[in-house]
Each structure stands twice: as C-alpha cells, then as structure tokens.
C-alpha cells in the first residue's frame, strides 16, 4: 500500500508501522483523531481541524501535549513526501498506554500521523449522488459530539444499507431527529415558490460540527442563501427537494434519494451545483488553485 505513517515521529511504510500492544486507543478506543485533505502542498482547513482536535480532548479530558505549531509542522512534512496531488492525512492521538479502564495518572500520549493518496471516487458518486437510508443511532447523546475513533455504529449500519441498494446512511437520534450521515453533515433544500431555504441540523440534536459543515454555512449566507440550524424530524423528509452531504475528503456529494423519497440535488441547473461552484471557488482560494475535487488535479481554465 503507498504511503506512509509516523508513529510519534518515526516515519514508516504502513506495513512496518507498529502500535503499542497496550495503547488504549487500540484497547478501548481511548482516542481523538481529525482528517484533513491535501492539495499538492496545501493541507486545506489546518487550524480549525487542530482546534477541533484539541476541543474533542478536552471533552474526553486528555491532555495534547504538543503545541498546534509542532503537529502543523509534522502533517505537512509528512505529506510532502507522498506525491500525489490530492491526499488524505489522519492524525490520531491516543491517551497513551495502559490495560485497565481506569485512567493511568501518568499516561504519555502517543500520536500517530497517517498520509495516503485519497480515494478517487468514481464520477457517479458526483454525477449521480446517493442514496441514503435512514437509521436510528441508539444511545445518542445531545450536544456537539466529539470526534473519537469508535465508528462501529456507522460500520454495521453501513454494511445493512449497502446491502439494501443504498451507498449511505441517515442517522436519526431516538426522537426522531435527523443528525448526520456516517462520516458527513447533511443540507436538506426546502422550495416555496421561487424562495428557498436550506436547513442542517442543528448541534444539540448530536451530531459532530463538521468543518466543512461551518464553511457551507458561511459560505450560502455570504452569498445571500438562507440556511438555518434547527431540528428535523424523519417525517419531514417529503417537503425537501433537494439535499447534499458534505465532509472533508468527499467535498459535497449530492443525494439523489433518502429512503424511497426522490430529490433532484443531482440535476444540472440544480441549486445544489450552483452551491458546489460556490464551494469550489472558495476552495481555489484557499489552496491557490482551482481543483477538480474527485482527482484533485488543476482545472484549465478555457
């Protein structure tokens, strides 16, 4: 497999890449961890992904001991050296090591920095967009969630939803409010006439706070589309023509279907692909060029 990982510095290929028998990150997900993805040199949304870090482990009471600076340092000197143009980076730190569940006094975190080329999605996954099927996530809890490495839930529901035609899923939490999708936030549209809206759940519904998720919303708002944070419910799924996923390395991806419910997210003239050129101009200005986001190749301008 191409690319490369570091464990606590000492950078490997990832088959000689070893973690400690007794890391509790390993042992009981004891973890947080943030994704980033790489254009060339240019790590898109450094800063807010290592503020988020460091606030999912203040909520798991874990200390980071290695200043924003340092870590920074580390993630773009270790994807400089895979080449390809568009990669994905994970940064995982765990609490340390340890065999009880009782938390060491004195654990010494260990960090570990993973740089692979990113997936290239076929063109489908753009062009047609997808299906989700909605679930209910047990156990939820209210309030912005930490981003942790247990991702089980969304593992086993993934697996039921693909194998039912669907290529995601749509988790509701116990009271029937839409949350987010395995590894995405989620922008339903909603149409009056010639007025729209668009609405993303909001943070106490439970659901992660997405970075590209904050961009969106800063981004339709400065351009004068309506978009809110509230509570949707399951049902309200049929008054909503259009919708789209957004994550870090996928970008936005339209849905074309949320259980037998069909939306036109997908269309061209669409508003949803007139939010996607909004997005990737403000990519282009981050990054100093204007990508074509499944390869992460220069775009020509004619």
């Known amino acids: 497999m191409s690319g490369l990982v570091s464990v606590n510095g000492k950078i490997t290929s990832p088959e000689l890449a070893a973690v400690p028998a007794l890391d509790r990150g390993f042992l009981f997900g004891d973890n947080v961890f943030e994704v980033f993805v790489c254009f060339g040199d240019q790590v898109l ?27 920074e340092f580390e993630l773009k000197t270790l994807s400089e050296q895979v080449s390809e143009t568009k990669k994905y980076l994970r940064l995982v730190v765990t609490r340390g090591e340890g065999l009880g569940l009782r938390i060491p006094a004195n654990a010494k975190p260990n960090r570990f920095i993973y740089c692979f080329p990113a997936t290239v999605e076929k063109p489908e996954v753009y062009k047609e967009g997808f299906a989700l099927r909605k679930s209910l996530k047990s156990g939820g809890e209210r309030g912005a969630a930490a981003k942790t490495g247990n991702y ?52 106490h519904s439970g659901i992660l706070l997405g970075i590209t998720r904050g961009t969106m919303i800063d981004l339709m708002r400065g351009a004068g589309i309506p978009v809110k944070e509230e509570i949707v419910f399951a049902d309200e799924i049929p008054r909503f023509d259009e919708a789209f996923l957004c994550s870090t390395v996928r970008g936005l991806v339209p849905v074309n279907r949320i259980d037998r419910h069909k939306m036109h997210s997908a269309r061209n003239g669409s508003v949803f692909r007139h939010i996607e050129r909004l997005f990737i101009t403000w990519v282009e200005t981050q990054i100093g060029f204007r990508p074509d986001w499944r390869t992460g190749l220069p775009i020509t301008r004619t």
């Open 152 to 203: 089980l839930s969304s593992i086993l529901a993934m697996e039921k939803a693909e194998s039912e035609g669907f290529n995601d899923i749509l988790w509701s939490n116990s009271d029937g409010e839409l949350t987010e999708a395995s590894t995405a936030n989620i922008f339903f549209m909603s149409r009056a006439g010639d007025n729209i809206e668009f609405i993303t759940p909001a943070p």
């Open 45 to 71: 949304d450094m800063k807010p992904h290592l503020s988020r870090l460091r606030a999912s482990a203040e909520a798991l009471r874990m200390t980071i001991p290695w200043s924003d600076d340092e870590l």
